[in-house]
């Protein structure tokens, strides 16, 4: 019985194999046989080269042009899109969107929001309500039977793609980051309820790439293509969601249906604020860049190593043209740093003078102020005062649009020192000051923790003392 090694590789005779070599004196006799046999083997192996020959030639010949596959739509061409308004007669009339299949990416943010307002008036319209709204009223889950999914001609393009899907569009309409983050989280917790892959597009945010700033999780499956990616109809499979359609996502339908009506002040919001704590976990926590996560934990241990068992108390200072609220703030529409020292004076003294005091604000002249010598900057060194030349239009929209508009370098490291400040401060401290109407007031909550900055009071709003609540539309 031979071994399965034998088996695969048994030694074929030169009759079996015209080509192995011989071996070994042979008789003369066998000779001529032997070299007939050899000839109409080379004959035979002549006459099929010619065969197949033949054939590849005719193949290239007479084979049919291939169809030219079409060039791709530049996504910026298309600065509109109408609703589909489809007629079955009796009065059954569906809606969709049809965009084209060889659409080269997303959209511009503004066009998606153009299309939440008319979705809702060709919704209406379908449901015979002359297109005079309606749609709002409804719902957050509502099911519009009017409704018809985009498809795509080819099947074939949504082979290996995710079943359902939300991508999440970085829209520099938008230049704040703490509204980057709260939304980003907020979404992908979201998607995580709706059971929905997560995907991030960074083809119009002016920040740079997402990959510059977090490590990119990596789906077991495809984004779907940009023509069935739509915005605001949440039975859509593939679910897109930006600063242009935040009204839609998290306006008043989300936060009638996440908030707990059972609950009374921010404990309503403990659902809302669970969705965005799962985007911190899953986004961010251990997601920095690499050289920015080492460079945060080895301040967090720096700060733990000489602070022993002092307290972490934390103040952010907001400025720019976002104005806080409160009615005595309406002067000079921001808190003024007197308060913050006085809160900050309070709550040491409360701890017995055993306390450390983290510093961060976007304004770097806030770290030389006469008030918070004492405090310690987040990052080591603070920013020096000359980093607002930057910004020579001072901390506002337009002066961050400007500066990032010149792809300056500075601007992408202004942005990473910003993450590392947040990131360090919601950790580290157990007790935080800051604007709440501010985002990164609330992405800072986020990070803290319900059981820290909610049930144990750790965050305080230091403008008008309301609660913690989510993405503000």
């Given at each position: 019985?031979?071994?399965?090694?034998?088996?695969?590789h048994?030694?074929?005779?030169?009759v079996?194999?015209?080509?192995?070599?011989?071996h070994?004196?042979e008789?003369?006799?066998?000779?001529?046989?032997?070299?007939?046999g050899?000839?109409?083997?080379?004959?035979?192996?002549?006459?099929?080269?010619?065969?197949?020959?033949?054939?590849?030639w005719?193949l290239?010949?007479?084979?049919?042009p291939?169809?030219?596959?079409?060039?791709e739509?530049?996504?910026a061409?298309?600065?509109?899109?109408?609703p589909?308004?489809?007629?079955?007669?009796?009065?059954?009339?569906?809606w969709?969107?049809?965009?084209?299949d060889?659409?080269?990416?997303?959209?511009?943010?503004?066009?998606?929001?153009?299309?939440?307002?008319?979705?809702?008036?060709?919704s209406?319209?379908?449901a015979?309500?002359?297109?005079?709204?309606?749609?709002?009223?409804?719902?957050?889950?509502?099911?519009d039977?009017?409704?018809l999914?985009?498809?795509?001609?080819?099947e074939?393009a949504?082979?290996?793609?995710?079943?359902?899907s939300?991508?999440?569009?970085?829209?520099?309409?938008?230049?704040?980051?703490?509204?980057m983050?709260?939304?980003?989280?907020s979404?992908?917790?979201?998607?995580?309820?709706?059971n929905?892959?997560f995907f991030?597009?960074?083809?119009?945010?002016?920040?740079?790439?997402?990959?510059?700033?977090?490590?990119?999780?990596k789906?077991s499956c495809r984004?779907p293509?940009?023509s069935?990616?739509?915005?605001?109809?949440?039975?859509?499979?593939?679910?897109?969601?930006?600063?242009?359609?935040?009204?839609?996502?998290f306006?008043?339908?989300?936060?009638?249906?996440?908030?707990d009506?059972?609950?009374?002040?921010?404990?309503?919001?403990?659902?809302?604020?669970?969705?965005?704590?799962?985007?911190?976990e899953?986004?961010?926590?251990?997601?920095?860049?690499?050289?920015d996560?080492?460079?945060?934990?080895?301040?967090?241990?720096q700060?733990?190593?000489?602070?022993g068992?002092?307290?972490?108390?934390?103040?952010?200072i907001?400025r720019?043209?976002?104005?806080?609220k409160a009615?005595?703030?309406?002067?000079?529409?921001?808190?003024?740093?007197?308060?913050?020292?006085?809160?900050?004076?309070?709550?040491?003294?409360?701890?017995?003078?055993?306390?450390?005091?983290?510093?961060?604000?976007?304004?770097?002249?806030v770290?030389?102020?006469?008030?918070?010598?004492?405090y310690?900057?987040?990052?080591?060194?603070?920013?020096?005062?000359?980093?607002?030349?930057?910004?020579?239009?001072?901390?506002t929209?337009q002066?961050?649009?400007?500066a990032?508009?010149?792809?300056?370098?500075?601007?992408?490291?202004?942005?990473?020192e910003?993450?590392?400040?947040?990131?360090?401060?919601?950790?580290?401290?157990?007790t935080?000051?800051?604007g709440?109407n501010?985002?990164?007031?609330r992405?800072?909550?986020?990070?803290m923790?319900?059981?820290?900055a909610?049930?144990?009071?750790?965050?305080?709003?230091?403008?008008?003392?309301?609660?913690?609540?989510?993405?503000?539309?």
């Amino acid at each position: 019985m031979p071994s399965p090694s034998q088996t695969n590789h048994r030694q074929r005779s030169a009759v079996e194999e015209p080509f192995l070599p011989r071996h070994g004196k042979e008789d003369d006799d066998d000779d001529k046989p032997r070299r007939a046999g050899s000839g109409l083997t080379r004959g035979r192996v002549l006459l099929i080269a010619i065969v197949l020959s033949s054939i590849v030639w005719l193949l290239l010949v007479f084979q049919p042009p291939a169809s030219p596959k079409p060039s791709e739509i530049d996504p910026a061409s298309i600065t509109s899109v109408e609703p589909t308004m489809l007629d079955y007669g009796e009065g059954n009339q569906k809606w969709t969107w049809r965009l084209p299949d060889n659409l080269g990416g997303l959209l511009r943010p503004h066009v998606y929001g153009e299309m939440c307002r008319a979705a809702g008036r060709a919704s209406a319209a379908a449901a015979g309500h002359g297109g005079h709204g309606g749609h709002a009223h409804h719902g957050y889950y509502w099911v519009d039977d009017h409704f018809l999914n985009p498809r795509v001609e080819d099947e074939g393009a949504l082979r290996g793609v995710c079943k359902r899907s939300l991508t999440y569009m970085l829209d520099s309409s938008d230049p704040g980051l703490g509204g980057m983050l709260l939304g980003l989280w907020s979404a992908y917790g979201l998607a995580m309820s709706e059971n929905r892959t997560f995907f991030v597009d960074d083809s119009n945010w002016s920040w740079g790439t997402y990959a510059t700033y977090f490590l990119p999780r990596k789906p077991s499956c495809r984004p779907p293509p940009p023509s069935i990616v739509i915005p605001c109809v949440n039975q859509a499979p593939h679910l897109l969601v930006a600063h242009s359609t935040t009204s839609a996502t998290f306006g008043h339908a989300f936060t009638d249906f996440f908030e707990d009506a059972r609950k009374m002040g921010v404990q309503r919001q403990h659902k809302i604020f669970a969705l965005a704590r799962s985007g911190y976990e899953a986004l961010f926590r251990l997601r920095l860049s690499p050289a920015d996560e080492e460079a945060v934990e080895a301040r967090k241990n720096q700060l733990e190593e000489e602070g022993g068992n002092r307290k972490v108390l934390a103040v952010q200072i907001r400025r720019g043209d976002g104005k806080d609220k409160a009615f005595e703030w309406r002067k000079t529409g921001h808190v003024p740093v007197s308060h913050y020292a006085d809160l900050i004076s309070s709550a040491t003294a409360n701890a017995g003078g055993n306390a450390t005091v983290l510093l961060s604000s976007d304004d770097p002249e806030v770290y030389s102020l006469a008030e918070f010598a004492s405090y310690t900057p987040a990052q080591l060194p603070p920013p020096p005062p000359d980093t607002r030349n930057i910004l020579p239009g001072g901390w506002t929209r337009q002066a961050f649009g400007d500066a990032r508009a010149g792809e300056s370098e500075a601007v992408t490291n202004m942005a990473r020192e910003y993450f590392r400040d947040v990131k360090i401060l919601g950790e580290a401290a157990s007790t935080l000051f800051c604007g709440g109407n501010g985002n990164t007031c609330r992405v800072l909550a986020v990070v803290m923790g319900w059981q820290t900055a909610v049930e144990e009071k750790g965050w305080v709003n230091v403008d008008d003392g309301r609660g913690w609540f989510g993405v503000d539309w």
